[in-house]
């Protein structure tokens, strides 16, 4: 029987890792593209850059606090700052269904002039393309964007024991969010997505002068994804604590009901850091400073305990592993 590509392909979990190293990584062997970094650092003339690409494929366009279009432009504009970019510029591609209406993609493009104003970021080429009913499911965005690196050195490899991990905000809001407004769920609450774009909290960490060892946004396969990677990445083993990891109270809800671990829940204006622990107390109260990263905590350390592993210690003083992502959790989250 002949392999096909299913759902699950897409997650961001251990079905993505194996697809995109046993066929893209076998068939585009670079050492750049090997480094499995959210933006390619590039040198162009002496100057330092990072370049990334990302498509946008949302259901539904429309959700608690944003929609597609300010979702594409915080989404690269975090790429790009995730490896200490200050975004530059970016191409932008719409694909439009036939028959869509034209106020809805006119409020989509304006949420996105209004994103790109909070990064001075700017939109510097483009494509449309219009497909036939059934093409596309509405709209897709692609996008591209450039960067000017302000801090080198940003990677998945440069975990080290001692260091200690940072979430910038609470986990799984806006896997929840989609997840509610696609089911109907009504929630008692003004839940919404953490969408946006996190440059300037990363600015200010550069301009501080913290040491930082590893940045990641935490999208599809949420905390789970990104702590699993750089154990397995940087070869060395996370211990982080289940009671200090940031979760709205609406998602733990949402997450019992389901059946789902809102540490796989995607994000899509949280990150994750990692620095050495007398860095701490100094990055904490940068991040504090700024709505997006307000709700900040330290949650857990870099140890040599179990290498490539993540390990979850409990509120009732039992450990489990937290393991990678599988199968098909949440498709087109982003």
């Not at 540490?263 to 700024?290: H, R, W």
């Amino acid at each position: 029987m002949s392999k096909k590509i299913l759902l699950s392909h897409g997650g961001g979990g251990e079905e993505t890792q194996n697809l995109i190293k046993e066929l893209f990584f076998k068939h585009f062997d670079n050492e750049i593209l090997l480094r499995m970094e959210d933006a390619a650092s590039l040198v162009m003339q002496s100057t330092k850059i990072a370049f990334t690409t990302d498509s946008f494929v949302v259901s539904p366009l429309f959700f608690k606090g944003g929609n597609i279009g300010k979702l594409a432009i915080a989404g690269t504009v975090n790429d790009l700052s995730m490896m200490g970019a200050k975004p530059k510029y970016l191409t932008c591609s719409f694909m439009i269904e036939e028959g869509f209406e034209y106020a809805k993609l006119e409020e989509i493009v304006i949420s996105m002039r209004d994103e790109m104003a909070k990064s001075g970021v700017k939109i510097v080429a483009g494509d449309t393309k219009v497909v036939p009913r059934g093409g596309v499911d509405g709209l897709f965005i692609n996008t591209a964007g450039i960067g000017e690196i302000q801090y080198e050195g940003i990677s998945a490899h440069n975990l080290a024991q001692g260091d200690v991990i940072i979430v910038s905000n609470e986990v799984g809001n806006h896997g929840a969010c989609i997840l509610a407004t696609r089911e109907e769920i009504e929630l008692e609450s003004d839940l919404q997505t953490d969408c946006a774009s996190l440059w300037k909290p990363v600015e200010a960490l550069i301009n501080a002068g913290v040491k930082i060892h590893a940045l990641r946004d935490a999208t599809r396969g949420g905390l789970s994804a990104v702590l699993n990677e750089w154990a397995e990445t940087s070869k060395v083993c996370i211990e982080v604590d289940e009671a200090k990891i940031p979760v709205a109270q609406e998602v733990k809800g949402v997450c019992e009901l389901l059946g789902f671990e809102p540490y796989e829940f995607a994000n899509e204006g949280t990150m994750v850091i990692c620095l050495p622990q007398s860095e701490a107390k100094k990055a904490l109260d940068v991040l504090q400073k700024f709505p997006e990263t307000a709700k900040c905590a330290l949650i857990g350390k870099v140890t040599t305990a179990f290498t490539c592993k993540v390990v979850l210690h409990t509120p009732w003083g039992s450990e489990r592993f937290l393991e990678p992502p599988k199968g098909e959790l949440l498709p087109r989250i982003c």
